[in-house]
């Protein structure tokens, strides 16, 4: 086959430049992707030939050899693991795939520093070469097939892909070396990176020394089966990296040993970068699967819960069969009981450091709060250490960055009071502006600022915390007067009022299900306030967002008989003008919570109309 050129997928040669450029400082990388890659094709081909044994003809004994050409400037990285057909190597090596990946990319500033932090989120692979590289050649024979296939490119754009006469089953990536790379044609440099970063592969990785004879040069220890005291912590990051794909230091880890009626050892790490594919549930990658330390798949959606899909790390399994499928791990007691006790490590990790560093557990929850909240909703059996690591924004705190637990909370708790009030809108700056809060903050009570698109559903599925009810500040009738004479200055009020209150109620008669005076204000003349048991408006507007149809609800009006605006209205004659009053106190208490109007024009109108009275 003649060669034939393609043009990389766009996403890749965007991909190409930013690593190029992005990844200066941490070049070595490079080897520990293509070493990983290689030990990954290796172990798919001992999973493979369990099933097809004919794909083994060559041999199970499985290597990883390095070889530098100082004259011809080449590394040289050559495994005997699965290979790649003619149409895997395009797909693989011309392709990125998720959904994700676009928009990833359009974050890119050109900022090096900035983008090299995007590069961690994503995860570097393949295409790192092309940071030491200005030219790969990738041959590949597939097992069981006798046709092998070579792709080349420069990294400027495109790839060539023709028949290869490479003869031996897996595959040889020659990567030409940039001028001033040549440090990486020194023997030592390539055995230092396998030792700080592959040490832990199970599969040998010989280099090949001045004489053309091969060398293991790595112990081919898993590390994570060696006891905690004799591993240090760089040890420990440096198989983060290596796992993850990832440039980013762990913020913690915990890695446990379990024996008994199940025999495994887990190490989960706690990342600092978000991957860039966070908020997509569906995600696969994260935790590796290893039976008897030879790696298997690759799935975090059987041995984490989704909700802990940030979380990096591995398995190892001594009772699982090595021909194990994801349709078996879906309905298999050791990996449930996995899943179990490693969520309860994760919790117990990430309480523990709640408690001792503090600000070691902002930065995580700044990084990850929104994914963990899911928990509350998915997770009954643990949601008590969930809602021990919740946190939340507070009137407590002078700023909106500074949060404070339920726990914290309740330990603040006026002595009367016996709920936890809480206030959702679009955002933790809308919360502490809302006028439903006004009232509380002026008694004195603290209320938790909600900001985050899944808080709705986290407070309908957490309904108490300690035996306190959770309370929204936005639903029901708020009853803030406590004392004897709040309550007779109430009904006097009630009394006052009554007048007006039936005047706006016939007016807004199909708008609103009731009209009454407010207890939760003070600065504001008007709230709209959600029924017991109802939908409140933000819930109402981000499922309308979403193109899901909401029921019609009214809403109270609740009005400020201290504003002046309502002192106004209370002697108003004049018939129009009072209606337009009463149009505008309730969709001004609509606007003040995120909302939106039905007829905007007709909200302007009236509001000239009323400034122009009153001005005249």
Known sequence: MTATTHAFQAEVTQLLKLMIHSLYSNKEIFLRELVSNASDACDKLRFEGLQNPDLLTEGSDFEINLSVDKEAGTITVTDNGIGMSHTEIAEFLGTIAG????????RLTGDQQKDAQLIGQFGVGFYSAFVVAKHVTVDSLRAGEDKAVRWSSDGSGQYAIEDSDYARRGTRITLTLRDDEQEFLEPSRLQFIVKRYSDHIGIPIRLQNEEGEFEVINDSTALWQRPKNEIEDQQYKDLYQSIAHAIDEPLAWVHNRVEGKYDYTSLYFIPTQRPYDLYEREQQHGVKLFIQRVFILEDKSQLLPRYLRFVRGLVDSNDLPLNVSRELLQSNRTVDAIRSGSTKKILGLLTSIARDEPEKYQKFWDLFGAVLKEGIVEDQGNQAALAGLLRFASTHNDSLDETTSLSDYVG????????????????????????????????????????DRIDEWLVTHLSSFEDHPLRSVAHGDLDLDDEAGDKESQQQLDEQYRDLLARIQSLLAERVEEVRLSSRLV???????????APSGFLKSMLEQAGQAMPEVKPVLEINPSHPLIVRMNIEKDKELFRDYASLVFEQAILAEGGQLKDPAAFVQRMNQVILAVSS
Not at 434 to 445: C, Q, W
Not at 523 to 533: I, L, N
């Open 99 to 106: 959904s994700g990946t676009r928009e990833y990319l359009a």
């Open 412 to 451: 603040r708790m006026k002595s009367a009071q016996k709920e936890i009030y809480y206030m959702i809108a679009d955002s933790k700056t809308a919360a502490s502006t809302s006028p439903h809060i006004e009232g509380l903050r002026k008694r004195g009570y603290e209320v938790l600022l909600l900001g």
């Open 523 to 533: 600065d504001s003349p008007s709230c709209v306030v959600a029924q017991e048991g």
